[in-house]
């Protein structure tokens, strides 16, 4: 029932800036966190940036200072703004959402390229 839907993904030169967003769909109840994960070719995916219904973030030590994330709760949507991006961000990208009373869900991933 619960539908994630990423969007902002694409090919960007080393250095670029890219801003993914996400919107959650299907569910009335509340979302306690969103979050960006990314998992690149061959690796395991790993978090990106977390935040939670009141604002507080987490991330990555690898994006800190670089990308930033944020949400508007009233529409259920979480943003990533990236900037300086570097060749080793390339990977999937995928939002995740946290429901009350329930797990985690999954978009279907965006492709975050980064060319040097």
């Known amino acids: 029932q619960v539908r994630l839907v990423e969007s902002g993904g694409g090919l960007v030169q080393a250095g670029g800036s890219l801003r993914l967003s996400c919107s959650a769909s299907?569910?009335?109840?509340?979302?306690?966190?969103m979050g960006w994960y990314r998992q690149a070719p061959g690796k395991q995916r790993e978090l990106v940036a977390s935040?939670?219904?009141?604002?507080?973030?987490n991330y990555a030590d690898s994006v800190k200072g670089r990308f930033t994330i944020s949400r508007d709760n009233a529409k259920n949507t979480v943003f990533l703004q990236m900037n300086s991006l570097r060749p080793e961000n390339t990977a999937v990208y995928y939002c995740?959402?946290?429901?009350?009373?329930?797990?985690?869900?999954w978009g279907q991933g965006t492709q975050v390229t980064v060319s040097s």
């Open positions: 995740s959402a946290r429901y009350s009373f329930s797990g985690n869900y």
């Open positions: 935040i939670t219904s009141g604002g507080s973030t």
């Open positions: 299907g569910s009335d109840r509340r979302i306690n966190v």
